[in-house]
Structure formats: structure tokens, C-alpha cells
């Protein structure tokens, strides 16, 4: 019995083996490979040039008829195929896309199949169904699995409470810990994109694209292996009306699903963008490369721009003759301000309604907003509005329709705090109803971009960026300045940060203090200037008030000068939490921007890209005092070296911004 049990055994083991298939692909440049192991279930590996990115990570989709997509799959047909184009990005970080990648799409009995793209910069996967009427997704299941224990970067949702069910609430915003995956916390939640530190200097980068119609994906580890494991906050059952000023939906109780979608039709890319140096990172095309094509024709009326911004200044201007605050006279002179320095928009943030009464419509006796936009017309200056999400939400299409009427350009909406199926929905929708009536949508308050912006371009920026505004109540402990030489790494990755730079305040580590009324930032003034260079932002704010930038003229011409959207990025040089300087075009003038975490630094920047002839260079530096007094910088206007090596000394936490032109 013994012998039989024996033959049976490895007979079995052998029909397994000869069962598992395997399938490859390899980039462009053929450095990048994927292979996936197709047996019992469904399992792909990445590697780079020799160095292992991904160990066999299993993958799958389970339905709530108890179909589990991937397990026990039957492959029916491989194609694979390759494409070289070019994507036009009118309103991105170059004007044009490179989109080049290998193919391979694996499709199985049961209707559905798994696509798998390589780029030279990353891998993406999706699954793909073909079923009638509609679907009901209870999980979608991957294990991302590492041979070490990589160091990564790893941002936790800012909600410490015990439940990953209470944990799915978050604002998006929060600081990384550089910690091996088996130490990370197996307690909370961890948002994408989500940085791995691989051999040789190589990064992996986990993010995701095409988020339409499905929830966002979380991260947690809870083994005690390098592994990943994908969480999704399962669809709303019962919500009440609360939270920030009542303008949430807090959800109590929710479904056994986390999706009910149609069962033709395509799911999110999973990203893994893999860098050979940290500057690829800093300017990666990889999710707008994945999102859906732009569904507006026509964009010419969506403008990118300036802002000034009156919350984090706490309207606390001064040398004027009427009671600053939520009224007309503040917002006049706001106006007056954006007017003179060719800012192209104010936003009117929390306050111009009615507070606790979730209502749009109805607007504080103080303002009167036709008066405001019409006398901010007459100073070439367009108006944005702030909105809390169920405010927004519950009345959509006569909120947006009665301002634009008005003439107002657009809507920050905040607060959403959520991105389960309903939120992704709604933000579909928010940026096709406003659309429709050629107005820009901001949304503050949410996860990171997954290419929606490509998809409805009116879609001008996102939030889900641990932002300047925490400095207006963070403790004297907290480093803005190193997350700053962070997440353009990381976040960045996934698309545009609504950051709110500019402050004209600005402290050294030690001299650093939380003051709401009177915010200051972490680091040197020239830091702030370098911001609007490295961080991407087609709709850029200048947070502080108009009366301290108008004692402040140099900078503030520099700043209210710099472009928003540009025709060429290149990366000079950059190390994850250490420094970062960019170089970025638009018309015939380049912008340069560097940053340093809290150590001093020089630097020898390569301006090689200019060519040939004379270039001059308009610099803001550290001033030899800044490492004691922030606000110190010198301006300087020189000639471009003609070997086109540019020396830079930043200050700690300091910063560098010029601009180059002919």
C-alpha cells in the first residue's frame, strides 16, 4: 500500500507539474521581465536586469456567485502585442507622453482574461471580465511577496484607530516610516503609493491607475514573511450625515462586497513602476500612461493658474482700513492683489456658506458673491469655490449650474476622507457635471490621483499630500522638511499634489512653532520659492496673505511668475529624503528648483539640455544667514556658466529656484 500511495503521490505531483504553465514578457529594452506560473491559481514574478522585484505573488478576483477568477484558471488564449506612440498632454509636466510598452494578455474559460503591460519604467496588470449584466466583487486578492526584507517607505493611514473597518476613514495625509516590511505596523492600514528600497540601489514603486467604478487599494502586512497584501474598504451599507462641520457621510455599516459593477468590462491597473535611480521616480508618465483617454474634446477653456488662498492665512491681513475676514472688502482686496500680480484665480475657501446647514445655496449676509465675481472679472481674475463633499454631492447639478452661471470657474471640494466604490464614483461624476458646464474641479480631502486628470483633464488637481497646512497646528517635533525631499518620490508618482505653498514666514528647525492665525513654514524662504519648480500642481495656491506678500515683492513676482504646467521635466539629480532639483520648460524659459532635508548641501547641477548659446540665470539662494534666520536669501542675476555646470550651496532645510532664459 505504501508503493501505491508513493506512485500515486508523485503521479499526482507530476500531472501538477505538467499542469503549470508558464508565460513571459520582457520590455522595450528588454530589461524588465514577468513571468506568470498559471496552475492552480494564477502567480507572476518581476525582475530587472538580474535584480529580483517581485517573488511569485499570487493573484486573484472572487465573485459573490463564488466564482474566484484565477484559481483553478483554464487558459484559453495568449496574445501579446506591442505599442510605440505618443500621448499629447496638454495640461500635465511635458506636452507629450511616450507611451511604449509590451503586451500580454492572458484570457481564460469563465470570460475573463489578465493583461499584463511592460514599460522600460514598470509593470502593470489588470483583470478584465466579459460577463452578462452586472457583477458582484467580494475581494480582489494579491499577495505581493519579496525574497528580502526590504527597507521601504511606507505612508500609514492617519486614523490610529484599532479597525482597519474604522481605519478605511482617513484624509490621505501622513508622513512615511523607512522601516523592513515585517516591521511595519500589521495594525493599520498603509495607502499607495508605497515605496520598496531593492539591491543596487533600485526602487519599486506601488501605486494604481484607471481607478473607475471600483475601490481604491490599501496595503497591509500581517505575517511575519516580506509580504503585501491588498485591502479594499468594502461598498457603504448605512451612512449618517456628520463629521467636519456636517458636510460627510460617515459610514456605519457596510456591504460583504466591494463593488457592484458591470460585468463587461475592465479593472484598475495594478502599478509597479522600478527605478535604477531615485530620479526616474521624480518623474515618472506611468499613470497617466494607464488612465483612460481624455473624454472632453475640447479644453481649451480649462486654464491652469495661480490662486490666492485665504484659508491658512487665516484672512489675517493688515495696513487696510476694514475688518479682514469672511466679507466682500477682504475678498476685494484679494482681488486687487491676484489683479496686480497676474494671479490668475482666487478661491473663496470654508465660510462663504452657510455653516452647519450642508446647503450650497445658501450664503453667509457678509458676502455677496455676484458682487465678487463680477468685480474680480473686471480685474481679469476668475473665482473658485470651496465645498464640503456631501454639500456638494446632494445637490450637484443646480450647485454647479447656478455658479456657473454666475461666472464662477470651479469648485475645491473637500472632505471625502474615503475612497471606497461610492467616492470613486462620485468623483466620476463631479468631474462630469462639471464638465459639462466648463468648470474646473480641485478635490482636497482624498486619496491619490489614480489618472482621472487624464481622463477629465478639468479635473485640475488632488489632494492626498501630507500638505503644508499640518504646520498650522503640528508640535515643534514634526519634519515637513524631509517629507518635502520625500514624496516627490512617491507620491508624485501618482500624479499632481495640492500642496498650498508660498508662505512667507519662515522658520529654522529650532525656531519652528505651530501659530493657526499666523502659520510659518519649516525651512528657508528660497525652499518655498524651489517648491513651485519641483512639486507638480497645474492649479498652484499661494497660501500666505497678500499683505506679507506685498512686503515681500522679489519673491513674490518670482513665485506669481512661475508656470504651472510645462512642456519638458527633467530630473537633475535626487535621493529619496535627501535632495531633489528639477529642471522644468515652458515657452522658452526653463525654471529650475532644488531642496535639501535638514543637512546643508552643495551641489553641481548638469544644464547641459540648454545647448548651445548665451543663457542668463535670474537666482534665489540661501542667504549666508539662513541657517539662523529662514527668511535670509540673496537674488542674483548671472550668466550660465559656458560648461554648464551650476554650483549650488543650500542652507539646512534649505532651497534653491531660478529661472533661465535666452
Known amino acids: 500500500m505504501k508503493v501505491k500511495a508513493l506512485l500515486a503521490f508523485l503521479l499526482i505531483g507530476s500531472m501538477s507539474l505538467m499542469a503549470q504553465k508558464s508565460y513571459q514578457l520582457q520590455s522595450p529594452d528588454r530589461k524588465l521581465q514577468v513571468v506568470v506560473e498559471v496552475g492552480d491559481e494564477v502567480g507572476f514574478s518581476l525582475t530587472h536586469d538580474g535584480t529580483e522585484v517581485l517573488a511569485p505573488s499570487v493573484i486573484s478576483m472572487t465573485l459573490q456567485n463564488g466564482e474566484v477568477l484565477g484559481v483553478n484558471p483554464k487558459v484559453s488564449k495568449v496574445t501579446k502585442g506591442s505599442v510605440d506612440k505618443v500621448i499629447p498632454s496638454p495640461l500635465y509636466k511635458k506636452s507629450e507622453v511616450a507611451d511604449v510598452y509590451n503586451e500580454m494578455t492572458i484570457a481564460f474559460r469563465g470570460d475573463y482574461s489578465i493583461a499584463f503591460r511592460l514599460y522600460n519604467d514598470g509593470l502593470a496588470y489588470r483583470f478584465m471580465t466579459r460577463k452578462k449584466g452586472d457583477i458582484i466583487v467580494t475581494d480582489e486578492n494579491a499577495t505581493y511577496n519579496f525574497s528580502s526584507d526590504h527597507k521601504t517607505f511606507a505612508p500609514y493611514v492617519n486614523s490610529t484607530k484599532p479597525t482597519f473597518e474604522e481605519q478605511f476613514s482617513n484624509s490621505f495625509e501622513q508622513p512615511y516610516v523607512n522601516e523592513p516590511i515585517t516591521k511595519l505596523n500589521s495594525q493599520r492600514l498603509m495607502i499607495l503609493p508605497f515605496l520598496v528600497e531593492l539591491e543596487n540601489g533600485k526602487k519599486l514603486c506601488i501605486t494604481e491607475a484607471d481607478l473607475e467604478d471600483y475601490p481604491g487599494m490599501f496595503l497591509n502586512n500581517s505575517t511575519d514573511k516580506p509580504s503585501l497584501k491588498s485591502v479594499h474598504a468594502p461598498y457603504p451599507k448605512r451612512k449618517e450625515q456628520g463629521g467636519h462641520n456636517r458636510l460627510q457621510m460617515l459610514v456605519k455599516e457596510r456591504e460583504n462586497y466591494i463593488a457592484k459593477t458591470k460585468g463587461t468590462r475592465s479593472f484598475p491597473w495594478r502599478v509597479f513602476v522600478v527605478s535604477e535611480n531615485d530620479g526616474q521616480l521624480a518623474d515618472c508618465d506611468m499613470v497617466y500612461r494607464l488612465a483612460s483617454p481624455s473624454r472632453i474634446s475640447d479644453v481649451s477653456w480649462i486654464k491652469p493658474g495661480k490662486v490666492a488662498w485665504d484659508w491658512w492665512n487665516d484672512w489675517n491681513i493688515y495696513n487696510v482700513d476694514f475688518r479682514a475676514g469672511i466679507n466682500n472688502d477682504t475678498y476685494k482686496y484679494y482681488i486687487d492683489f491676484a489683479s496686480e500680480h497676474g494671479i490668475e484665480y482666487v478661491i473663496l475657501d470654508e465660510g462663504w456658506a452657510v455653516n452647519l446647514e450642508a446647503d450650497l445655496l ?44 454666475m461666472g464662477v470657474k470651479g469648485f475645491k471640494v473637500d472632505f471625502m476622507d474615503r475612497d471606497d466604490q461610492e467616492i470613486i ?43 503644508l497646512e499640518q504646520l498650522k497646528w503640528s508640535p515643534t517635533s514634526y519634519d515637513m522638511v524631509t517629507y518635502d525631499v520625500t514624496f516627490p518620490f512617491i507620491r508624485m508618482v501618482a500624479g499632481p499634489v495640492d500642496y ?71 530630473v537633475l539629480d535626487g535621493k529619496v529624503s535627501e535632495y531633489v532639483a528639477i529642471a522644468r520648460k515652458h515657452g522658452g524659459n526653463w525654471y529650475v528648483g532644488a531642496l535639501t532635508n535638514w543637512d546643508p548641501r552643495e551641489m553641481e547641477l548638469d544644464l547641459s539640455f540648454l545647448g548651445d548659446g548665451d543663457y542668463k540665470l535670474e537666482l534665489f539662494k540661501d542667504g549666508i544667514n539662513a541657517d539662523r534666520a529662514a527668511c535670509d536669501y540673496k537674488k542674483e542675476i548671472l550668466q550660465v556658466p559656458a560648461n554648464r555646470k551650476l554650483k549650488i550651496k543650500m542652507a539646512p532645510g534649505g532651497g534653491y529656484a531660478a529661472k533661465i532664459y535666452k
Open 500 to 570: 498650498t505653498q508660498g508662505a512667507m514666514r519662515n522658520a529654522t528647525r529650532n525656531n519652528y512653532r505651530p501659530v493657526n492665525s499666523e502659520p510659518m513654514s519649516q525651512g528657508t524662504r528660497c525652499r518655498q520659492l524651489a517648491t513651485y519648480v519641483i512639486f507638480e500642481s497645474p492649479l498652484n495656491m499661494l497660501c500666505d496673505n497678500p499683505s506679507n506678500y506685498m512686503r515681500e515683492q522679489e519673491c513674490t513676482e518670482f513665485i506669481a511668475n512661475i508656470p504651472t504646467v510645462w512642456e519638458e521635466t527633467k
Open 362 to 405: 445658501k450664503v453667509i449676509p457678509e458676502i455677496d458673491l455676484k458682487e465678487i465675481v463680477t468685480y474680480a472679472k473686471s480685474k481679469n481674475v476668475e473665482i473658485i469655490l470651496w465645498a464640503g463633499y456631501y454639500a456638494f454631492d446632494r445637490d450637484m447639478e443646480n450647485v454647479v449650474k447656478q455658479y456657473a452661471d
Open 425 to 467: 464614483d462620485f468623483l466620476y461624476r463631479s468631474a462630469e457635471t462639471c464638465a459639462r458646464y466648463k468648470m474646473m474641479v480641485d478635490f482636497h480631502g482624498i486619496c491619490k490621483p489614480t489618472g482621472l486628470q487624464r481622463t477629465y483633464p478639468n479635473v485640475i488637481n488632488y489632494e492626498g499630500v501630507n500638505g
